[in-house]
């Protein structure tokens, strides 16, 4: 695998479930990021990760949950989601936290009924 | 925080067309990127361009950093270049976050 992956690349879910969102990536980056992508709206920085520390959390509510165990990898723990939290959830890495190109893994479709 | 607007939202080419996308910002930047989303939703990186001029075969940009805006020329287009292209700034002084436009959605018709 080369690049950012993420896993999986569809997800539909319930608002009681719970269920984690994964990302990955082989580009020996030390800076993580998840995003959101809703219809109509620019891509909004969610969470940052900076040689495995939280370095940002851009005003997020709990039932997101990041995790990070290593410069590698990101995982997103969803719930008791809200339909309006419907969205493609996208994961991004680069060299370190500042001004250093980002590089897009292939989403994950979110559908919360 | 930083503004960034691109134009135009919309563009329909025929085949073999040219066409310029255009970038402002509204504050000094770090950091300017050009992405390209396809139907599936993958972002493609297309150019990291805070200053200066860039080519990438029928792709280039260039960024006049002094006059805060960036465009991106892409020359005989293809069907395949259809989607939305994003530019993506981070301010010189700040919040060390990309801030992304509102896009422009090229189709391109055979």
């Known amino acids: 695998e080369t690049g950012v992956t993420q896993t999986p690349r569809h997800l539909v879910m319930g608002m009681t479930n719970k269920k984690s969102l994964k990302c990955e990536q082989h580009?020996?980056?030390?800076?993580m990021y998840w995003y959101k992508q809703s219809a109509k709206k620019p891509l909004e920085l969610m969470f940052v990760?900076?040689?495995?520390?939280?370095?940002e959390n851009n005003s997020v509510p709990s039932r997101f949950s990041p995790e990070c165990p290593n410069s590698s990898h990101l995982f997103l723990h969803l719930h008791t989601l809200q339909p309006e939290d419907s969205a493609l959830y996208l994961c991004?890495?680069?060299?370190?936290?500042?001004?250093?190109?980002?590089?897009f893994g292939p989403g994950t479709r979110l559908t919360v009924t | 925080g930083i503004q960034v607007e691109q134009s135009p939202p919309d563009l329909i080419l025929q085949e073999g067309a040219n066409s310029t996308l255009r970038c402002n910002f509204s504050?000094?930047?770090?950091?300017l990127q050009w992405f390209h989303q396809n139907p599936w939703g993958q972002l493609i990186n297309l150019f990291y361009?805070?200053?200066g001029t860039k080519q990438n075969g029928r792709l280039s940009a260039t960024t006049v950093a002094t006059e805060r805006y960036s465009l991106l020329y892409i020359s005989s287009s293809q069907t395949t270049d259809s989607g939305v292209y994003f530019c993506?700034?981070?301010?010189?002084?700040?919040?060390?976050?990309?801030?992304f436009g509102t896009g422009t959605r090229l189709t391109i018709i055979p």
């Open positions: 991004a890495s680069s060299q370190e936290r500042v001004s250093y190109e980002q590089y």
């Open positions: 580009l020996g980056h030390n800076a």
């Open positions: 990760y900076n040689f495995k520390e939280q370095t």
């Open positions: 504050d000094s930047v770090n950091n």
């Open positions: 361009i805070p200053s």
């Open positions: 993506a700034v981070e301010p010189y002084f700040g919040n060390e976050k990309l801030t």
